[in-house]
């Protein structure tokens, strides 16, 4: 087995499907994938830090926090300082938020459909999802799996 290719299919295939979904929920709902998937950890959460999100998602805390920033700027959150450490704020989404949310579910739902389903038979399907929660799991005990901050070169 050639772990190149098999690395190469993996990264072009999640590639492929993210802008793909990500296309589809700017077209029909004006939400990126990636600010979904912070609105859905926050609906998950009732409220969170931006610290929780940035872990729930393997993104630094300042990608979380900028993307908080604009889902605040549009109206679909809120942040509220936290009662007990002056340091962070709880975020917590809007009625509009939660209304994107249930807006982009069923356009989600369709395009996970059509590009993961659709094109395998369900023990397919399975044997994969079984293949990656092990992998995922593997690389998650392996330091190097959390994100650090590029550094600019002077």
Do not use: Y
């Amino acid at each position: 087995m050639d772990l190149r290719q098999l690395f190469d299919d993996l990264v072009r295939f999640e590639t492929d499907l993210w802008n793909g979904i990500d296309a589809r929920l700017r077209q029909d709902c004006g939400v990126t994938l990636g600010g979904l998937n912070v609105l859905l950890v926050v609906e998950r959460a009732g409220s969170c830090r931006v610290n929780d999100i940035a872990a729930a998602l393997s993104i630094t805390v300042g990608g979380a926090s900028q993307a908080v920033d604009r889902l605040e700027r549009a109206g679909h959150c809120t942040r509220r300082p936290h009662p007990a450490d002056r340091r962070s704020s709880i975020v917590e989404l809007t009625a509009g938020g939660r209304e994107l949310v249930q807006e982009s579910g069923p356009v989600f739902d369709s395009e996970l459909m059509a590009r993961l389903s659709a094109p395998l038979p369900p023990t397919a399907l399975g044997h994969l999802a079984d293949a990656l929660a092990v992998l995922r799991a593997t690389t998650q005990r392996t330091p190097a799996a959390d994100p650090t901050p590029l550094t600019k070169e002077p």
